[in-house]
């Protein structure tokens, strides 16, 4: 029998302040508990070269950055993310999980900076040569408790953040319209259920995901690679 594996992708999208770090975490830890080998990850960001464009993009201070600037310095980052990091892990059989994925460029330099959706796409599925994840989890969030929560006990917001409620109202649309174009490969959730019901909700639709026949998923979706228990006794 085929003993290869394929790793699984998921992304977590959703407007700033939607909680995708908790649940990303708290999706790790569970996932872990059972013995996968997770790797957690974020964008902008994930390699050396993306947290310097992380800095460059995100912080106060380095000029004007105008939209189309913006838009490929993201994709950049995620160029070398898909090919540094995300697809390793992949071939190794792991689970990945990134915080922000090509969906975050669509809604907030497509729709945000009004870029067009379909050319920052169409950017991105070249900078990564076309890797999707398997299913993103969408935290939709309002814009006006995305800030709130954001700001309380927080220091200053980013370059992005720190945009008026309307940019971000057009964003929560944009994430919106792009998890109803493709159901299947959608979890949207309201962000502002309690954390233990979103993570319960999260990981029973990771369970079906990871427990589908990989005859019946979606391209490479396959069973990820389980740790031997006696590998790593003590794990997380
Ligand atoms: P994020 O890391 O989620 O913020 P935080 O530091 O609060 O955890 O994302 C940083 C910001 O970058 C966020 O406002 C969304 C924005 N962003 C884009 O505009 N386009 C992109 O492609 C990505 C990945 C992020």
């Known amino acids: ?40 990850t974020r964008e902008p960001g994930g390699t050396p070269v993306g947290e310097k464009l992380r800095s460059l993009v995100l912080d106060h201070g380095n000029g004007d950055i105008d939209a189309h600037t913006e838009a490929l310095i993201f994709a950049a980052s995620r160029a070398a993310h898909a090919s540094q990091v995300i697809r390793p892990a992949l071939g190794r059989g792991e689970i990945v999980l990134t915080d922000r994925y090509i969906d975050s460029s669509v809604a907030y330099q497509g729709a945000g900076r009004d870029l067009g959706q379909d050319a920052v ?31 309380v006990g927080q220091a200053a917001e ?62 490479a979706v396959q069973l990820p690679a389980v740790r031997g228990a006696a590998q790593h006794g003590g794990g997380s």
């Open 1 to 40: 029998m085929n003993k290869q594996r394929a790793g699984v992708f998921i992304a977590f999208e959703g407007g700033d302040g939607a909680g995708k770090s908790t649940q990303a975490a708290r999706l790790a830890a569970a996932l872990e508990s059972r013995g996968y080998t997770v790797l957690r």
């Open 121 to 151: 796409r169409s950017l991105n599925e070249w900078a990564t040569s076309g890797l999707e994840p398997h299913l993103t989890v969408l935290l939709d969030v309002d814009p006006q408790l995305g800030r709130l929560r954001r700001t």
């Open 158 to 219: 980013d370059r992005l953040e720190s945009e008026a409620d309307e940019f971000h109202a057009r964003i929560r649309d944009a994430f919106l319209n792009l998890a109803a174009s493709r159901p299947a490969s959608y979890l949207v959730l309201p962000a502002h259920l309690p954390v233990n019901e979103l993570a319960g909700q999260i990981l029973a639709r990771v369970d079906a995901l990871l427990d589908t026949p990989p005859a019946a998923a979606q391209d």
